[in-house]
């Protein structure tokens, strides 16, 4: 390419040093400029031409963001310009440059100190005297147009600025390197001005820049009257403002006028620094309160709408400073264990802190109740230095909760959104969004939709509520969301959000969390001092097995209440003693009464027609007895224990596979399922139950009813079945898993493909259990069922 712009010449070729002029700097032959070079490079490439003739190739980089190294990362054509001054002080060169010709790039030569460059020099296209002279005319009178539009030149300026030269390429080059040195015009118009070599084309370019600058120096022009014109009409309003308060006065009427009220508010808005669409709303609803009496009912509504407007934080922010190593530190001083979500947390803020943009996804927490979803937020805000504000989401069922109530309606209000804002008193909170889930819909219409303009980066810059009726920016907004449940969330509010899992706690983290948490905030909650009372790890590891069964803490946290509440009547009853009071394994019936629950599994013995299985619901993992039984009756099946209708469906899928492997599974030959009744119950009969995991646990507990077979009572399962006794993965193991550590129970069988979920599971945990991996029923009967009953012979058989 370069061999097509210059016809090599030995006697035009030079070996300079170079200097990489700034971003959006253009210095053109004949043009003169100051410079002081910053980068190390260039300020040596100066040096350098000082002890020479002071020669230099003035290059633009094509981005300002590299390192520019590469010959690639320039610009083929530069100016070969003479330093005629300099001026060294305090380290730095300041020096005046005069461009003389162009050159194009040969080759790059890399010293250990600065750049150097082999150029030569380029020949411009010969042209005809004749054809250009009509050219030249029109670009000069152009230009005095575009002077004397340009009102920040002085007429004696003008003068001496235009160029009186009848060479059209210096014409065209001192003009436009008038327009790099005094316009903000955009230096990427301007550089193909000095890669043209063709003068004629060069001044063709140059009169449609200068056509344009004089059409946008019109356009400044009107708007500098029009703003010129408001000012007089504003001052003539506020000279009527004046007289009239001087008239009030002399009146002798008591109290806030209305006048001097809309004035306030008028100021008000002024300083509030409002959108231009908001200042105008505000402004005309304060002309309108002006002319209503002050006692009118329409005031007050007025009054307030434009109070609301001036209460937002329209331009009030927080500095946000975010620092990884101390963000790290305050998530792991406010939380022990979730290592997974403080990883995916921190990973986040890193890449908000490197973009400096909120436009990725939104960080939606999904857990059961306790385990410190609301918590990790205010850690977030107080990470990143910003405001925190909370707004629960459960039970809203209208629209309106979310956008506000029109202004036609009576008591309307703005939406929750806008209020937390208000109340957040900043532009950049963190906003969390609670219960994200258990929001509802109804003829009201739809609160989860109209979430999704909210919750979207693209649209969010424009939130308008229906009170306000005006645009708010939310785009600065930290939003962050909370729910127990992930498949209650509608999906496409689903897909704006980054789901980041907490599973519940084990019982050593529970153990760590009261020590380290929980126990000192009990202790100065109720007056207590740190040294008053020591609980035992015994007393509480007691606490979590025998008086909470939950995947979070929040139980756990109201039994320590309660203990540390009847230590500090203690105390105030027989008087505080030198030696701490402490909480036994043994002591801990003497506050808190009889263990709630045992631990241990969750039969006592192995019984016929009963099988443990796990279930994932929105509080966590639990386990759950299945029992079957047959009896007389017409070939029925029947299931009670509010099923949902996927798990009925599994019951008779499993029923179905009893019946097609009934010989095999040693059901004995004269059970007549058509004349025998299968009923299937799963306690907590108030609680509904759904999912197809317990597919496996149904066909266990009816195929030891029909076998007599006991199911082994230190085995949990879970799994889906299918017609022919495949076992299919499931979700949630993590959380059933913790479900069963926390009834003691030995062993699980889960399915094979499951068996990379193993690796969630914290260690510990995971170590305590005997995990059996199948894919088939029959494997799952192998470990369940025992041969021979333990029990006397069920009454259930045919």
């Known amino acids: 390419m370069r061999g097509n712009l ?27 400029s100051i410079l002081v070079p910053d980068k190390h490079q260039s300020v040596n490439a100066v040096k350098y031409a000082l002890t020479r003739d002071g020669s230099i190739l003035l290059l633009n980089q094509v981005a300002a963001d590299k390192p520019q190294t590469k010959p690639e990362d320039f610009y083929e054509i530069g100016v070969i310009a003479r330093i005629t001054e300099h001026v060294e002080k305090s380290g730095s060169i300041r020096l005046i440059v005069q461009g003389i010709t162009r050159a194009v790039v040969l080759e790059f030569f890399e010293t250990d100190y600065f750049l150097q460059a082999k150029v030569q020099i380029v020949p411009e296209n010969p042209y005809k005297l004749r054809t250009v002279v009509s050219l030249m005319k029109d670009v000069t009178v152009s230009f005095e147009k575009y002077l004397e539009a340009r009102k920040k030149i002085r007429p004696t300026d003008s003068i001496s600025v235009i160029p009186r030269t009848e060479d059209p390429s210096t014409l065209a080059d001192i003009i436009a390197d008038f327009l790099a040195k005094y316009t903000n015009y955009q230096s990427e118009r301007l550089k193909p001005i000095l890669e043209t070599l063709d003068p004629k084309e060069r001044l063709e370019k140059l009169l449609k820049i200068l056509n344009e600058e004089i059409e946008l120096l019109k356009v400044d022009s009107q708007i500098e009257n029009k703003v010129r014109e408001q000012m007089h009409k504003h001052q003539k309003e506020f000279y009527l403002f004046e007289k009239m308060k001087a008239i009030q006065k002399e009146l002798g009427r008591g109290g806030q006028d209305p006048v001097t009220e809309c004035e306030e508010l008028r100021k008000k808005v002024k300083e509030a620094k409002m959108s231009e669409e908001a200042e105008e709303k505000a402004l005309h609803e304060i002309d309108r309160l002006e002319q209503l009496p002050p006692m009118s009912a329409e005031s007050g509504v007025i009054r307030t709408y434009v109070d609301y407007l001036i209460s937002l934080p329209w331009s ?7 620092d990884i190593n101390e963000a790290e530190r305050m998530l792991n001083e406010d939380h022990y264990g979730l290592e997974k979500p403080k990883e995916r947390i921190l990973e986040y803020l ?17 857990g059961p109740p306790g385990v410190g979803k609301t918590s990790l937020g205010k850690s977030i805000a107080r990470a990143t230095n910003r405001n925190f504000v909370r707004m629960s989401l459960g039970g809203v069922r209208d629209e309106a909760e979310i956008r506000g109530h029109r202004r036609t309606y009576i008591g309307s209000i703005p939406g929750r959104i806008i209020q937390g804002i208000i109340d957040s008193k900043s532009k950049n909170p963190l906003f969390l969004l609670d219960e994200v889930d258990k929001m509802g819909r109804d003829f009201r219409g739809d609160p989860a939709s109209a979430l999704l303009e909210v919750l979207d980066p693209e649209q969010n810059n424009t939130f308008r509520d229906h009170y306000l009726d005006v645009a708010f920016d939310l785009s600065e907004v930290m939003f962050i969301t909370t729910g127990n449940v992930l498949q209650a969330i509608p999906p496409a509010l689903r897909d704006r959000m980054e789901v980041i899992e907490l599973p519940g706690y084990t019982e050593y983290e529970k153990r760590k969390i009261a020590e380290l948490f929980l126990i000192p905030k009990q202790l100065e909650a109720n007056g207590l001092k740190k040294e008053s009372a020591v609980f035992s790890e015994d007393a509480i590891q007691s606490i979590i097995q025998e008086y909470t069964r939950e995947a979070g803490v929040r139980n756990l946290e109201r039994e320590l209440s309660s203990i540390s509440r009847k230590i500090a009547k203690k105390i105030v009853k027989e008087g505080e003693s030198e030696e701490p009071i402490k909480v036994t394994k043994e002591s801990i019936r003497e506050y808190l009464g009889s263990p709630k629950f045992s631990h241990g599994n969750a039969e006592e013995h192995d019984e016929i027609g009963v099988a443990t299985g796990l279930s994932y619901t929105e509080v966590g993992g639990d386990i759950i007895s299945i029992e079957a039984t047959t009896m007389a009756g017409e070939g029925e099946l029947k299931l009670t224990g509010r099923l949902g209708e996927v798990m009925q469906e599994s019951a008779q899928t499993a029923l ?18 058509d004349k025998r009744d299968i009923h299937i119950h799963v306690p907590a009969g108030a609680q509904p139950k759904e999912g197809p995991s317990a597919g496996i646990t149904i066909a266990t507990a009816v195929i030891s009813a029909l076998t ?91």
Do not use: W
């Not at 493909?753 to 969630?760: H, T, V």
């Open 316 to 322: 009030t922010r927080t500095e946000c400073k975010i």
């Open 350 to 366: 890193a890449v908000l802190k490197l973009t400096e943009k909120l436009k990725g996804p939104i960080l939606c927490f999904i």
């Open 6 to 32: 210059v016809k090599q010449q030995a006697d035009d070729i030079y070996i300079l040093p170079l200097l990489v002029l700034p971003p959006g700097k253009f210095i053109f032959p004949h043009g003169s």
């Open 656 to 673: 179905s596979y009893i019946r097609s492997k009934a010989g095999e599974l040693d059901v004995p030959s004269d059970f007549n399922f």
């Open 708 to 798: 007599a077979k006991p199911v082994s009572r230190d085995v949990a399962m879970t799994g889906e079945i299918t017609l022919r006794g495949r076992v299919l993965p499931i979700g949630g193991l993590k959380e059933k898993v913790l479900a069963a550590h926390r009834a003691g129970i030995k062993n699980i069988i889960i399915p094979k493909e499951n068996e990379k979920d193993l690796a969630d599971i914290p260690e510990e945990v995971r170590n305590s259990f005997e995990f059996y991996q199948v894919e088939s029923m029959d494997k799952v009967l192998e470990i369940a069922l025992k041969d021979s009953p333990e029990l006397k012979e069920s009454p259930n058989a045919s």
